[in-house]
T-cell receptor, first 115, second 113 residues
Framework: DTGVSQDPRHKITKRGQNVTFRCDPI?????LYWYRQTLGQGPEFLTY????????KSRLLSDRFSAERPKGSFSTLEIQRTEQGDSAMYLC?????????????FGPGTRLTVL | GNSVTQMEGPVTLSEEAFLTINCTYT??????LFWYVQYPGEGLQLLLK?????DKGSNKGFEATYRKETTSFHLEKGSVQVSDSAVYFC????????????FGTGTRLLVSP
């Protein structure tokens, strides 16, 4: 399978702990996106990378959140000092290029539960 | 700002019924428009797309037409199946400036035999 993969699929943690999620995009896709989806809502943009450069960040991405894509391939999203409000599905997507007709391919998501 | 408004669900239909899920958008410029589908326990899948006014996207019997004059992109299917039960998300993508997908809140479709 050559789709977008995410690890882990589920994460349960206690409030105050740090968590890290990984996303492996489709090979050779140079753009990678992170979204957050809470119950009953549509996904909300968090940040995106073009190759290894983080080009845009949402105001939703507080200073407890950090994302990296060190070699322009896989990406990690870390949440420090988790809060119950961080409980959500974290989605990763990748796309091969920008502009018109841009299509983003989504992974299965990582479901985070903060107790 | 950019936003997408979808009709609230759930939409409950019997098999072979006609489906319409309304979607309207607010955006500067000329965005691309998408419908994504999320089946239970799975990730988002692109269902169809349209990149300019009057374009019609279609896939798996679903259709949607990009209507610039009414800023709408309603999803339709002539005869739904039980397997179409899922959550459907309308989304826009700005082709310039701050590039990201902006999603609606989703509409759950339940199809009974």
């Amino acid at each position: 399978d050559t789709g977008v993969s995410q690890d882990p699929r589920h994460k349960i943690t206690k409030r105050g702990q740090n968590v890290t999620f990984r996303c492996d995009p489709i090979s050779e896709h140079n753009r990678l996106y992170w979204y957050r989806q809470t119950l009953g809502q549509g996904p909300e943009f968090l940040t995106y990378f073009q190759n290894e450069a983080q080009l845009e960040k949402s105001r939703l991405l507080s200073d407890r959140f950090s994302a990296e894509r060190p070699k322009g391939s896989f990406s990690t999203l870390e949440i420090q000092r988790t809060e119950q409000g961080d409980s959500a599905m974290y989605l990763c997507a990748s796309s091969p290029r920008t502009g018109a007709n841009n299509e983003q391919f989504f992974g299965p998501g990582t479901r985070l539960t903060v107790l | 700002g950019n936003s997408v408004t979808q009709m609230e669900g759930p939409v409950t239909l019997s098999e072979e019924a006609f489906l319409t899920i309304n979607c309207t958008y607010t955006a500067t410029g000329y965005p691309s428009l998408f419908w994504y589908v999320q089946y239970p326990g799975e990730g988002l899948q692109l269902l169809l797309k349209a990149t300019k006014a009057d374009d019609k996207g279609s896939n798996k019997g679903f259709e949607a037409t990009y209507r610039k004059e009414t800023t709408s992109f309603h999803l339709e299917k002539g005869s739904v199946q039980v397997s179409d039960s899922a959550v459907y998300f309308c989304a826009l993508f700005r082709n310039t400036g701050f590039q990201k997908l902006v999603f609606g809140t989703g509409t759950r479709l339940l199809v009974s035999p």
